[in-house]
T-cell receptor, first 117, second 111 residues
Framework: GAVVSQHPSRVICKSGTSVKIECRSLDFQATTMFWYRQFPKQSLMLMATSNEGSKATYEQGVEKDKFLINHASLTLSTLTVTSAHPEDSSFYIC?????????????FGPGTRLTVT | EDQVTQSPEALRLQEGESSSLNCSYTVSGLRGLFWYRQDPGKGPEFLFT???AGEEKEKERLKATLTKKESFLHITAPKPEDSATYLC????????????FGKGTKLTVNP
């Protein structure tokens, strides 16, 4: 149980374009999902907390107009990187908590490697 | 400010050579201490949750323990397939479900 998927796994886009990444909880309903960014050889950096049916909560220093998050249903959250630039190239990972377990552990997706050329 | 610090940054072991990874934390009102394994180019894989000092959990060659200030991940007789980065994270009580992650320990087990 507690499987989280992401799509796409890899994406290459040109500078100035927008990219959408999907995060789905496959076998549970997630009222809260999280979006992280990870640079090479670094730990996870939380970007935002995504709440179903309401606005996302962004961490300090994360541009909310650049990283648009939509949590449209209990099983789907999307991250759109708008007007992407080479410095946005990174590994983006989502996670979700399964409220059915009673615990606070987060289950992570496989990640999306974004390369902006 | 909540902080999680892991040591060492990197650890090389020979197959069968047991060792421990350390995670020290300063998290107000610890709601849980979490261990994850991350392979290169993949998302973290959940291993354990520890809630209170004295608690221990085991899975195959791994055992996680918790004190009031730190957690240890003990690896007994490791195999090359245990090579990965091990991440520790703390969650604090309160309205947020956020986790604070350490920088990880990269474990390499040589055959």
């Amino acid at each position: 149980g507690a499987v989280v998927s992401q799509h796409p796994s890899r994406v290459i886009c040109k500078s100035g374009t927008s990219v959408k990444i999907e995060c789905r909880s496959l076998d549970f309903q997630a009222t809260t999902m999280f979006w992280y960014r990870q640079f090479p050889k670094q730990s996870l950096m939380l970007m935002a907390t995504s709440n179903e049916g309401s606005k996302a909560t962004y961490e300090q220093g994360v541009e909310k107009d650049k990283f648009l998050i939509n949590h449209a249903s209990l099983t789907l959250s999307t991250l759109t990187v708008t007007s992407a630039h080479p410095e946005d190239s990174s590994f983006y990972i989502c996670s979700a908590r399964d409220p059915g377990t009673g615990g606070y552990e987060q289950y992570f997706g496989p990640g999306t490697r974004l390369t902006v050329t | 400010e909540d902080q999680v610090t892991q040591s060492p940054e990197a650890l090389r072991l020979q197959e069968g050579e047991s060792s421990s990874l350390n995670c020290s934390y300063t998290v107000s009102g610890l709601r849980g201490l979490f261990w994850y394994r991350q392979d290169p180019g993949k998302g973290p894989e959940f291993l354990f949750t520890l809630y209170s000092a004295g608690e221990e959990k085991e899975k195959e060659r791994l055992k996680a323990t918790l004190t009031k200030k730190e957690s240890f991940l003990h690896i007994t007789a490791p195999k090359p397939e245990d090579s990965a980065t091990y991440l520790c994270a703390g969650g604090s009580q309160g309205g947020s479900e956020k986790l604070v992650f350490g920088k990880g320990t990269k474990l390499t087990v040589n055959p």
